[in-house]
């Protein structure tokens, strides 16, 4: 939440590929699925979505270099694109995903995992 709050409050802007609109709302409706969200609250949180300001950058120019940190860490192509996307923009790519921080360890320190973020945003 700490995140959404900086970037509500103009401290933090939120990039992603634009595909990361259909995973977001795959995850809720996995969540709807298992019990864990009710269909109403999927359906309320897809509506504020707009909301959140996020940006959504195109995918295609982001394929050459998403193959590649792809390849360089062993992870799937949509992992690469967040990557590529942040590296374009010079940006901090926030993630809670265990494995992929693993991949990234060392090697790209624009990742950042997530219990990190309050550092990240100077709070």
Same mark, same amino acid.
């Given at each position: 939440?700490?995140?959404?709050?900086?970037?509500?409050?103009?401290r933090?802007r939120l990039t992603?590929p634009? $595909?990361g609109?259909?995973?977001f %709302?795959?995850v809720?409706?996995?969540?709807?699925?298992?019990?864990?969200l009710?269909?109403r609250? +999927?359906?309320? /949180?897809l509506?504020?979505? =707009?909301?959140w300001?996020v940006?959504?950058? =195109?995918?295609? =120019?982001?394929l050459?270099?998403?193959?590649? $940190? %792809?390849?360089?860490t062993g992870?799937?192509?949509?992992d690469g694109?967040?990557l %590529?996307?942040?590296e374009?923009l010079?940006?901090s790519f +926030?993630t809670?995903d265990r494995?992929?921080?693993g991949?990234c360890?060392?090697? $790209?320190d624009? +990742? +950042?995992p997530?219990?990190r /973020?309050?550092?990240l945003?100077?709070?």
């Amino acid at each position: 939440m700490a995140l959404l709050d900086a970037a509500a409050a103009g401290r933090a802007r939120l990039t992603a590929p634009e $595909f990361g609109a259909l995973e977001f %709302a795959n995850v809720l409706w996995k969540s709807e699925r298992r019990g864990y969200l009710r269909a109403r609250r +999927v359906e309320a /949180v897809l509506r504020d979505l =707009p909301l959140w300001g996020v940006r959504w950058a =195109p995918a295609l =120019p982001l394929l050459e270099r998403s193959l590649w $940190f %792809a390849r360089a860490t062993g992870e799937g192509i949509y992992d690469g694109a967040f990557l %590529a996307l942040s590296e374009s923009l010079r940006a901090s790519f +926030v993630t809670a995903d265990r494995r992929l921080l693993g991949a990234c360890a060392g090697r $790209f320190d624009f +990742v +950042v995992p997530l219990a990190r /973020v309050s550092e990240l945003l100077g709070a």
